[in-house]
């Protein structure tokens, strides 16, 4: 039986020295919730992480892997945590064919590396996601944080058509292939897609890719109400025009979206209005459709009587882009003590903001409401210290949001929240109906639950 002290030394023999870490200061980088690994190990290829899968399944060790671990508060507190798998070794492209709009990229391949290798040949993955300077393709995918441009182009599980892993049975699989008209056998490596490493540790992904856009548009339009901003929006989704991304900020929201701006970009020229609810639209194609969706989104706002409307240059729209492609990174760190929904429902209408808002209250606390395209609310409970009184307003809020989401036929989760309100109440809320059938993918996967124990629904 392997213990702590020896625990080390063992992996050594496995991988070698140079790639185990057992040092208290390099350990406490990769705490989840305040729980530390005893280890890390850092594998260079697929071979060796199925070596670390099988003495781990040998000696009943908890496996957690990562990237960057810029995401790695997703979920909840870990019921064990063992070894700390750090992926980043893993970071070739293994197959790049740009006529064939595919590519084969190992799971440690940050996104921003990738990204740069992609338009070399003019194209991308649509993968707008926050910490995108460091985020890793593994854990965006594992993590499936919302990507900004999902509204033209869906999400990850829409354009992944393969994926290599190694299950909890210490075997190395692969689901898919790497051409895009592969239908042969299930679609196994799309519930990797937010599995938060409970299934399987990713080792390779394939992707069809896309081609850039020729170019690019924004504007910005702002109301004095959420009934006016609303109805601008309606309009705009009503008229079916291709937009690549649209997002409503509440006051409190935009406030927090210009200090960023201003912070990050002080020559940003556009004016900033964190008095009134505003709406941002983020559009891209060829150099006739740009122009069109510009002239379409300035007659609507005149129509809705915007306080105030304005096409973006080409700069300004860069930033502003980038800094909503941030939004969960900034809101979860914008007080002392924050509490970040995301809820998503099947129509977002007027009442049911209203309604959401009027859930939220608590005297000592401010929200902050972001709604963005395909039913995905960002909401956000900010207080202003961490003390019980704060725990306990946030605890009550998140109470009746967990209710409300349901009740409007949506569901809701709690992204990011203090340490001591993750120990007291679940952050995926209530325990859904289909429970019985994720416990059993959970068990065909990791027969023996070494992969990140209790940090999904339902402990899983």
């Not at 990713?202 to 609303?230: E, K, M, Q, V």
């Not at 099947?346 to 902050?368: D, G, V, Y």
Request: aromatic residues 6%; hydrophobic residues 45%; neutral net charge.
């Amino acid at each position: 039986m392997t213990t702590i002290a020896n625990l080390a030394a063992r992996l050594e023999s496995l991988i070698g020295a140079h790639r185990v870490v057992a040092a208290e200061p390099e350990l406490l980088e990769y705490a989840i919730d305040g729980v530390v690994p005893s280890a890390i190990v850092r594998p260079n290829s697929a071979p060796e992480v199925v070596e670390v899968v099988r003495f781990a399944i040998a000696e009943k060790l908890a496996v957690i892997p990562s990237g960057s671990r810029s995401k790695l508060g997703l979920g909840m507190p870990p019921a064990r945590y063992d070894i700390a798998m750090d992926m980043t070794g893993l970071h070739e492209i293994a197959h790049y064919d740009a006529g064939d709009l595919t590519l084969s990229v190992d799971a440690g391949m940050p996104l921003r590396q990738l990204a740069n290798v992609l338009a070399e040949k003019r194209q991308f993955l649509p993968l707008s996601v926050p910490c995108y300077e460091t985020t890793t393709v593994g854990g965006t995918l594992a993590s499936a944080i919302d990507s900004t441009l999902r509204n033209q182009y869906g999400t990850t599980r829409d354009f992944l058509i393969g994926a290599e892993f190694v299950d909890g049975k210490g075997a190395l699989c692969k689901s898919g292939g790497r051409v895009v008209k592969n239908v042969t056998g299930y679609d196994l490596h799309k519930l990797l897609v937010s599995s938060l490493g409970t299934l399987a540790v990713i080792t390779r992904l394939n992707f069809r890719t896309f081609t850039l856009p020729h170019a690019y548009g924004g504007h910005l339009a702002c109301f004095s109400s959420l009934d006016g901003a609303s109805a601008y929006r309606l309009a705009i989704e009503n008229s079916g025009l291709p937009l690549a991304n649209l997002e409503t900020l509440s006051p409190e929201a935009f406030a927090l979206a210009a200090g960023v701006l201003r912070e990050t970009h002080p020559e940003f020229s556009i004016p900033l209005e964190p008095a009134n609810w505003c709406v941002y639209a983020s559009y891209e194609g060829n150099e006739a459709v740009v122009p069109r969706i510009s002239r379409d989104l300035q007659t609507f706002s005149a129509e809705a009587a915007a306080v105030s409307s304005q096409l973006l240059d080409a700069t300004s729209e860069g930033h502003l882009r980038g800094v909503l492609r941030e939004a969960f990174d900034w809101l979860r760190w914008a007080s002392p003590s924050v509490a970040l929904f995301r809820i998503v429902l099947p129509q977002i209408k007027t009442t049911n903001l209203a309604e959401l808002l009027l859930a939220a209250q608590e005297p000592s606390l401010r929200s902050a409401l972001l709604v963005r395209a395909a039913g995905i609310i960002y909401l956000t409970l900010l207080a202003e210290n961490e003390d019980t009184s704060a725990l306990r307003s946030l605890e009550s809020a998140a109470a009746r949001l967990f209710l409300f989401a349901p009740q409007n036929r949506g569901h809701a989760t709690l992204l990011h929240a203090p340490q001591k309100l993750k120990s007291r109440l679940s952050i995926w809320g209530p325990k859904p109906p289909d429970l019985t059938m994720m416990q059993r993918v959970k068990d065909s996967f990791d027969p023996q639950h070494i992969f990140a124990p209790g940090r999904f629904v339902g402990g899983i």
